[in-house]
């Protein structure tokens, strides 16, 4: 697949659920992939790109952000609280805010560093124990807590479990996000970004289906 044909297939799903067009931001899912598959995107004119380790970010973003000024990165994956410096310092957006501590952290170096990322609140909707994200239990006092401490909370952020039909955390995300007042959803990826749009995502993380399969190896 290809970049322009994924842009294709959320116009198509923006037009099913009668959503204005262009109202889902596509988030291209660079991490692993070779610098130049990324260049590749960023010369096709796509700008917004998603990453989800710090360290490997810090050794490949500056360098395309320099080339192409109006690019932005966004942290998607878990962050540890001895990276939160540098995640402030390098990303436009961070989506897995999801516990007390962490929330306390980044405040306090939004404070220093005067730069303030947009964030999304990560929910764990599958209660699955190894994965990041506030228990659903527990979101609603958690939003407002991070709210109360001024963090800039534009939304939630979901990922499934792997064998569970996504519609039904995409659905559980909607709902805590419209009782607590939160407009952005984080939410699909290559296997299931349409049926995101279709329940309503504002950001669709997409990797593999942008840039081929990641080689680990
Ligand atoms: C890797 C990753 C993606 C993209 O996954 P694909 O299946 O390659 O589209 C999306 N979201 C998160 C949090 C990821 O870590």
Excluded at 1 to 8: A, G, H, V, W
Excluded at 97 to 114: F, H, Y
Excluded at 160 to 171: D, G, I, K, M
Excluded at 182 to 197: I, K
């Amino acid at each position: 697949m290809s970049l322009n044909e994924i842009k294709t297939r959320i116009l198509k799903a923006e037009e099913t659920a009668k959503r204005p067009a262009g109202s889902t931001q596509l988030i291209a899912v660079s991490k692993v992939q070779p610098n130049e598959r990324v260049h590749a995107v960023l010369q096709q004119g796509h700008r917004l790109f998603g990453e989800n380790k710090v360290q490997e970010s810090e050794g490949k973003w500056p360098d395309f952000k320099q080339e192409f000024p109006d690019a932005k990165v966004h942290l998607i994956g878990p962050l540890q609280t001895n990276k939160v410096k540098n995640a402030v310092a390098l990303f436009d957006a961070i989506h897995a805010v999801d516990r007390p501590k962490l929330a306390n952290k980044l405040a306090s170096e939004i404070q220093t560093q005067g730069k303030a990322p947009d964030m999304f609140i990560q929910v764990n909707t599958g209660e699955e124990p190894q994965k990041a994200g506030i228990l659903p239990a527990d979101a609603d006092a958690f939003i407002k807590e991070c709210i109360a401490m001024e963090l800039p909370i534009i939304g939630l952020m979901v990922i499934p479990p792997v064998n569970e039909e996504s519609s039904l955390h995409f659905t559980l995300l909607r709902k805590i996000a419209e009782r607590n007042g939160l407009t952005g959803l984080s939410m699909g990826m290559s296997g299931d970004f349409e049926r995101a749009v279709a329940l309503g995502a504002t950001h669709v993380r997409v990797g593999s289906a942008i840039f081929g399969e990641r080689d680990y190896g």
